[in-house]
């Protein structure tokens, strides 16, 4: 009996619906907020002398629901940072737009006598959509009283909360944030909707794209001194927190950690960050150089920064490729190129040391990068050309059982005879796959070895126009 009611056994809701379930509560909590004090704006005389006891009696406003014993990631999120009841009204307006829009119509009547939308709505056109402002909070809460918009004012300028979940990017450097449109963050509307891990899509303002990969740890095929020094990053960024927090040696260690790859091409640089991130359970994002790098002045900064700002406090791992393009030496300033280039090295000395999430960097040459950055490495890894050994653990990993090899194939000679890294050998195992599907075989003659090999020699001697 114990066994047929584990089997019927409801299963637990999903983050989704828990959340669904919360944000009705808490829009009809928005909408009881919205209509009492729009109702008691217009219900209540305007003039100033009116004795108090000749002014309708005001009910107390409608309070929000409780969080404390919902486990949906809206709740969970909001109860864990304390929010306020200021910062949920301002929360919520934000995210009316997107779950329940009809919330806002009330907003969108006409001033008879100015033929326009009531300013003291605070209400503001933004691409296309009519959001709210924190002045729409301040008339909520008190009917744009000077004191409750101040108080609006300094949440939205001082509350950590907000200043995290909101996008507040004014239009313009006189728009005070009071009257700036209310726009959540993209991770933090797919939290409180569909729970799913937010990934942003590369663009100009994220200028990275995310890394996966379907091998793990044992797919790699580095020399023990190599697995040994990642260890350590693992361990690094596992147990850094622990470090400055638990064992109060904050001061004495920086936020955060940072790992120099460097190595010959074709060595596992790429690989093995997109793995260690598989390892760590942290998404991976190479960062894209042609969206960062800008022949303006002040651009490659600015791209920078919005890529270290939307990447801070966040799971992920920032992987440079090609890193000496952007930490590259310092030069003599002998013209007006050297000076902005050295300003970038000098931004990208101070950003990546105040970064707290975990940053790699890779290069094909140690020496290409600044000296000064070294001593800001928790780690420095040199990817070396695979020895026989691991070329023949690459060779035997990299065939499938859809193929077999002739008696001529001996794959520990071709080991030892071919120096090649690990990704001509995959190239090359490639080229052989792509052929016996053409001819439709499955037995992989050494000529076929032999030829993948000569076009690699071939693409290394031609000549580059």
Not at 98 to 120: G, H, K, Y
Request: hydrophobic share 40%; aromatic share 10%.
């Amino acid at each position: 009996m114990w066994q047929s009611a584990s089997k019927d056994a409801i299963p637990s809701p999903s983050d989704a619906i828990l959340n669904a379930y919360d944000l009705e509560r808490e829009c009809r909590w928005l909408d009881k907020v919205i209509q009492y004090r729009v109702s008691h704006y217009f219900g209540t005389p305007k003039d100033p002398e009116l004795r108090v006891s000749e002014a309708p009696e005001l009910l107390p406003m409608p309070a929000p629901p409780s969080l404390q014993t919902s486990d949906s990631p809206f709740a969970t999120f909001l109860t864990a940072n304390h929010a306020t009841v200021t910062e949920r009204l301002l929360i919520m307006l934000a995210l009316a737009p997107i779950v329940r829009p009809t919330l806002f119509d009330v907003f969108l009547s006409i001033n008879e006598q100015t033929n326009r939308p009531f300013t003291e709505f605070g209400m503001r056109e933004h691409q296309g959509a009519v959001l709210a402002t924190g002045a729409t909070a301040a008339f909520i809460e008190d009917e744009n009283q000077l004191v409750t918009q101040f108080k609006v004012l300094e949440k939205l300028t001082r509350s950590a909360l907000l200043s995290q979940m909101l996008d507040m990017d004014t239009e313009s450097s006189a728009q005070s944030s009071l009257h700036t449109p209310l726009v959540l963050k993209p991770e933090f509307v797919q939290m409180f909707t569909t729970a799913e891990p937010y990934h942003p899509e590369t663009s100009s303002h994220f200028p990275a794209s995310l890394v996966d990969t379907q091998l793990d740890w044992r797919d790699l095929k580095l020399p023990d001194s190599t697995r040994e020094q990642l260890n350590d990053i693992i361990e690094g960024v596992r147990y850094g927190q622990a470090l400055r927090t638990d064992w109060k040696i904050g001061r004495q260690l920086r936020a955060g950690y940072r790992a120099l790859f460097y190595g010959p091409p074709g060595t596992g640089k790429t690989l093995t960050a997109s793995v260690l991130g598989k390892v760590l359970d942290k998404a991976v994002y190479k960062v894209d150089l042609s969206l960062i790098t800008s022949k303006y002045i002040g651009e490659t900064e600015k791209n920078l920064e919005q890529l270290f700002s939307l990447a801070e406090h966040r799971n992920w791992v920032l992987f440079f490729d090609e890193a000496d393009a952007l930490f590259g030496k310092r030069l003599q300033t002998s013209s007006s190129n050297d000076q902005f280039a050295n300003q970038n090295v000098a931004y990208l000395l101070q950003r990546i040391e105040q970064f707290d999430g975990t940053v790699i960097l890779a290069s094909n040459y140690k020496d290409n990068i600044d000296d000064a950055f070294f001593r800001r490495f928790e780690s420095i890894v040199e990817f070396q050309p695979p020895q026989s050994a691991q070329r023949l653990e690459i060779w035997q990993s990299g065939l499938c059982g859809q193929s077999q090899l002739s008696s001529e194939v001996c794959l520990t000679r071709l080991s030892d005879e071919y120096p090649l890294s690990g990704a001509e050998i995959i190239n090359v195992l490639r080229f052989v796959s792509l052929r016996l599907l053409a001819q439709n075989r499955s037995e992989i003659q050494l000529c076929d070895i032999r030829e993948g090999i000569a076009r690699l020699s071939d693409h290394r001697t031609q000549l580059r126009w």
